[in-house]
């Protein structure tokens, strides 16, 4: 019901809805006091409640009617004033709608019209040992005959003095007349307690963690500790080669902001690298550490929120939006591998965690380390201009030095295979054949990348040329093997293999390309009694599967591992002495600014994996494309010349970190009308730049993107480049406001400070 008064005090509420404003609403005064910044509330919206979080309070009237709150539901808010303003200011600086910011900084559930089931606390009846521990001459009064009860005391103390009544029963089996015995002995007690859903406990209990630093990680520590006790701690760029003990370094700096009562923030950039992560730092920080990810179910995802928000826990680990964990007063905020491009969120809010974690740092007076064997070219260029203090760790903490890096050209095999009348191997070449046979000979482990999962990349008819391609994404479909199905990696549509081609009729089609899954089954065939183990999106989807997975390799259970780049990054396994690169030119031919770079990181990061242990280690890297720089560069791990030359050759055409970029992506179901209202937000945009004088901004565009069309949807872009930040922010900000819902149901996507522009 619309409220007619225009007394204060009013508020503006943020909503997650795809608009790029928050919505003023009356404090009725029964909520005055509890009505607070940062707290939800729930409120009605068109003919829907809906809950959102108060931005601010004000006492100027909004000049309309307005509805009035109905409900606030939080007795303290559930968003600091430094978490409000870290939102506020994501939700500025990349032109997102400001609900949708407070959404992603949230627990699933905790915004919106509805809530996950189990996302609730979680109350348990817990049996307890009550009194002073009893001596065996006490024990044999206080039991007499009653063996089942003493045995369950007894149990009782071996695990520590409390455990679940569902436990003893369950895993023990003791019934509940004999727990009831205890009680009514006076020995223990049972009460209802909350209980904290923790997939990770007990993990990192036979982990050892080094007892020394050696003299370059001492003076690294040294210089990151006397940095965090400034008044503005700033940013540092932590560059230390694979293998060379960043790990340690993070793990001391984090237990002296402990020691002085502050909290830390550590991100990774894959959830494959969580299971690892965590078992360190539980070796270093016992129970004090929370994880939050994606992966977990939502109660505990919540478990975790409410722990760290009460400060019962301390230290959390995560991918990119544990930036917004309720941390009180963080004094470390940690990016390991800072360079990874799935720091970027893909989708609204397209936030960047590097550059959340320096503002985040900057209101709470916390010190930002991050890390990486390759910074990004951004952080490097900054550490460069002096705005990151630059630390670096140029050795391995281990004995052996880097790995050696062999380039296998794959045209010159091809043709010595044609010359001595063999057929041609496209997937393990006889000097990576070798190579892993004599690490399965010597008990030694091995790892093969491929970034491309999947059995075939696409299937043809060779008869008229008709490749199959996903009707709803102008993408052609990959062969997948174990599900013998074809499958749209973008929209997830499946289909099945056709017996023959609908165009032609020819029945001999061909699978033409290679991903993991015939990476398997080639490396099968070539060593039957090896342990092969595959990682990559189709085989970890279940709950829990990378942590399992790479125990696994821990424990040496496998012999060859092979995936995608989820196991190219940050994964410390002593046994693996040789790495091979199946394909390293699937990265370098994307039609994208960064395809260089991110080839160059990734072989760099997938070769530090080798040689981490006792033995020396090799890296194959196969190609047909062996003289280019940045194959040349990983061969020598030579990072600075490999970042120097690729800073020149994005300074001519303008691409970051030269000049600051924004995507503007135009979607919808119509092609020729998606053409029409890109071209209106291209002639919008120059008509702006004009009106205001804004000479440094350049509009580039409109075109089709590379691809052109995902989940039925049409897709255009244009570029905006700009040296500075501050004219380029106003500009989206209000195309955001002005145009960010063009008619017709199509969309405005605007991506500041893209990680790709496919």
């Known amino acids: 019901m619309t409220d007619t008064g225009r007394m204060g005090p009013f508020c503006r509420i943020a909503l997650p809805r795809p608009v790029f404003q928050s919505f003023a609403y009356r404090v009725p005064p029964a909520l005055a006091d509890a009505a607070r910044p940062g707290v939800r509330v729930r409120v009605p919206f068109g003919k ?88 065996l001459l006490e024990r044999d009064r206080t039991f007499g005959r009653a063996k089942r009860q003493r045995e369950a005391f007894e149990t009782l103390e071996s695990v520590g003095g409390s455990a679940t009544v569902s436990h003893m029963e369950g895993h023990y089996g003791y019934s509940r007349s004999v727990l009831a015995g205890l009680v009514d002995r006076g020995v223990a007690r049972i009460s209802m307690t909350t209980v904290t859903r923790d997939p990770f406990a007990g993990s990192g209990e036979d982990v050892v963690l080094p007892a020394r630093l050696n003299e370059r990680q001492e ?21 230390g080669v694979t293998g060379s003990g960043k790990t340690v370094v993070y793990l001391r700096l984090i237990a002296r902001a402990l020691e002085r009562g502050r909290s830390a923030i550590v991100l990774v950039p894959e959830i494959a690298l969580t299971p690892q992560t965590v078992q360190r730092f539980r070796a270093a920080f016992g129970d004090d550490i929370a994880v939050l990810h994606s992966a977990l179910s939502a109660g505990e995802r919540h478990d975790a929120w409410r722990a760290l928000r009460a400060g019962e826990r301390r230290v ?113 070449s006889p000097p990576l054949r070798e190579a892993v046979q004599a690490r399965l000979e010597r008990r030694e482990q091995s790892i093969l990348l491929l970034n491309r999962r999947g059995y075939s990349t696409f299937l043809q008819c060779p008869a008229c040329g008709k490749v199959w391609s996903c009707r709803s994404c102008n993408v052609s479909l990959t062969f997948h093997r174990a599900r013998a199905r074809l499958v749209c990696h973008h929209c997830a549509r499946e289909e099945p293999v056709p017996g023959s081609c609908n165009e032609c009729g020819e029945a001999e089609l061909q699978f033409t390309g290679v991903g993991t899954e015939q990476v398997e089954r080639r490396v099968a065939e070539l060593f039957p009694a090896a342990r092969i183990l595959r990682m990559d999106v189709d085989t970890t989807g279940g709950k829990g599967a990378h942590g399992r997975l790479l125990e696994k390799v821990r424990r040496r259970e496998v012999d060859i591992l092979l995936g995608t780049q989820m196991i190219a990054k940050g994964l410390d396994f002593p046994g693996v002495t040789l790495v091979g690169v199946i394909n390293a030119d699937v ?47 990983a061969l020598q791990h030579d990072y600075e010349t490999f970042a ?60 089709p993107c590379p691809i052109d069309r995902i989940r039925s949807r049409w897709r255009w872009h244009l570029l905006l480049k700009s040296p500075g930040a501050r004219d380029l922010g106003a500009l989206i900000r209000y195309l955001a406001r002005h145009h960010g819902q063009p008619a017709g149901g199509m969309r405005l996507e605007i991506d500041r400070d893209p990680e790709a522009l496919l």
Do not use: M
């Open 48 to 135: 829907r409640h809906e809950i959102g979080v108060i931005e601010e309070l004000t006492s100027e009237a909004p000049g309309r009617k307005v509805k009035k709150i109905l409900e606030v539901l939080d007795r303290e808010p559930v968003l600091s004033p430094a978490l409000l303003r870290l939102c506020r200011w994501t939700s500025e600086y990349y032109a997102a709608p400001p609900g949708l910011v407070f959404r992603a900084a949230l627990p699933p559930g905790l915004l919106g019209d509805s809530r996950p089931a189990g996302t609730e606390e979680l109350k348990r009846q817990v049996i307890e040992i009550a009194g002073e521990p009893l001596t």
């Open 219 to 239: 003076q690294v520590l040294a210089a990151l500790t006397a940095q965090s006790l400034e008044p503005e701690p700033g940013v540092a760029l932590l560059r």
């Open 316 to 428: 959390v680990i995560g991918t990119r939006s544990a930036i917004f964990a309720p941390v009180p007063d963080p004094g470390v905020i940690i990016l390991d591998e800072e360079h990874d491009g799935s720091y970027k969120q893909s989708d609204t809010p397209r936030y960047h965690a590097r550059a959340l974690a320096a503002v985040r740092g900057r209101e709470e007076e916390a010190l930002v380390v991050l890390g990486s064997a390759t910074p990004s070219l951004e952080s490097w260029h900054n550490a460069a201009r002096g705005r990151y203090a630059l630390l670096q760790l140029p050795d391995r903490a281990t004995p052996n030095p880097l790995p050696a890096v062999e380039i296998v050209d794959l045209r010159e095999v091809r043709n010595r295979a044609l010359e001595a009348g063999e057929a041609p191997e496209s997937i393990v």
């Open 644 to 703: 120097e030359a690729e800073l020149a050759d994005r300074e001519p055409p303008g691409y970051p970190p030269h000049r600051r970029l924004v995507n503007l992506i135009v979607s919808g179901t119509s092609e020729e009308r998606v053409a029409e209202a890109a071209e209106s937000t291209a002639a919008t945009a120059r008509q702006i730049v004009e009106r205001h004088a804004l000479s440094d901004i350049q509009v580039v565009g409109p075109a």
């Open 587 to 633: 990265g370098l031919n994307l039609p994208d600014f960064r395809a260089a770079e991110r080839t160059f990181q990734l072989l760099a990061q997938v070769a530090g994996r080798a040689g981490r242990g006792g033995v020396p280690g090799e890296v194959l890297v196969q190609t047909a494309r062996p003289h280019h720089p940045a194959l040349q560069a």
